[in-house]
């Protein structure tokens, strides 16, 4: 066995092959149009890359996608973390320990030639167990779930966010403070804002008025995820509860402007506004957080700010 960076035909093929795990809805052909899409945005060109175990005739084991992100050690050390995303292996090629076995490779490669590589991390939607075997530790994930809200998006907040004004309230929030800490970048928050756009134009489905609000010295990024009907709120900086509850309002109206029925937020150790349904995606295996350390300064409990930007 050998572990592979895929060529463009080869990611194309694998496209192909994980048609039947996450086309969903969508035509092969739309399916493949959507991947192909995002693998030309700025984000995934730059950071983006498709892995293959592959047997020594060339037959692909399983693969996944690997996002290059950026991350700091408590002293304030610069590094690289890797989101690693859409594992698969064929149904005929299961059971064997080909995940198990790529995760393995993946991470020493990426040791090898990524002085600054610090973790890696992943979103599971599967049983832990799979991934557990490569190392890897789940951390809490607590959904706060809103419903939408008649009214004006822009009552209570200072301002709406445009998608060319992203950037800007980005740079603004502050990075938190921690032994341990990945953060979005701005192509990075333009990468979701881009899978909204492909599935609003696949759908037929209006976009939000904004993507996201200002409100004092709180600020909210979100972008539309469609094939969940939900509004999902990438990142959150509210230190006052007064501002936290005037963005969960300006999300929540949004929401029902653009036909969503509900507003999801990621508990983070802020984001903690009032009157929210908690969901625990540990007991439902929805996109639960998972760290394997690769500096042996990283902890799996020091990767306490998990905002749903790092989703991948």
């Not at 970048?185 to 609003?200: K, N, P, S, T």
């Not at 439902?284 to 990283?298: G, W």
């Amino acid at each position: 066995m050998n572990l592979i960076q895929a060529t463009p035909e080869q990611s194309r093929e694998r496209d192909r092959a994980t048609f039947e795990a996450w086309g969903g809805q969508l035509t092969l052909e739309r399916y493949l149009a959507e991947t192909e899409r995002l693998r030309r945005h700025p984000w995934s060109r730059a950071d983006a890359a498709v892995w293959c175990l592959c047997a020594d005739p060339g037959e692909v084991l399983s693969s996944c996608e690997t996002y290059r992100m950026t991350s700091w050690l408590g002293s304030g050390l610069p590094g690289h973390t890797y989101g690693v995303a859409s594992v698969y292996t064929e149904p005929a090629l299961r059971r064997r320990g080909h995940c198990a076995e790529l995760l393995a490779r993946l991470g020493a490669r990426l040791a090898r030639e990524d002085p600054g590589l610090q973790a890696l991390v992943l979103f599971s939607d599967v049983p832990l167990a799979t991934y557990e075997k490569a190392g890897f530790t789940a951390r809490p994930g607590l959904d706060l779930v809103f419903g939408p809200l008649d009214g004006d998006p822009r009552e209570g907040v200072d301002a709406l966010v445009a998608e060319d004004q992203a950037a800007a309230v980005l740079a603004a929030i502050p990075r938190p403070a921690g032994n341990f800490l990945v953060w979005p970048v701005a192509a990075q928050i333009d990468w979701h804002l881009e899978r909204e756009r492909i599935f609003a134009g696949l759908l037929g489905r209006e976009r939000p008025v904004a993507c996201g609000a200002v409100a004092g010295d709180a600020a909210a990024l979100w972008s539309a995820d469609y094939r969940e009907g939900q509004l999902t709120v990438l990142l959150w900086h509210a230190p006052g509860p007064g501002d936290a509850e005037a963005l969960v309002d300006c999300a929540r109206r949004t929401a029902r402007l653009a036909g969503l029925g509900r507003i999801v937020l990621w508990q983070t150790p802020q984001a903690s506004p009032a009157r929210a349904a908690l969901e625990d995606r540990l007991a439902t295996l929805d996109s639960v957080p998972m760290i394997r350390p690769m500096d042996y300064r990283v902890r799996p409990a020091d990767w306490e700010w998990i905002p749903r930007a790092l989703w991948v």
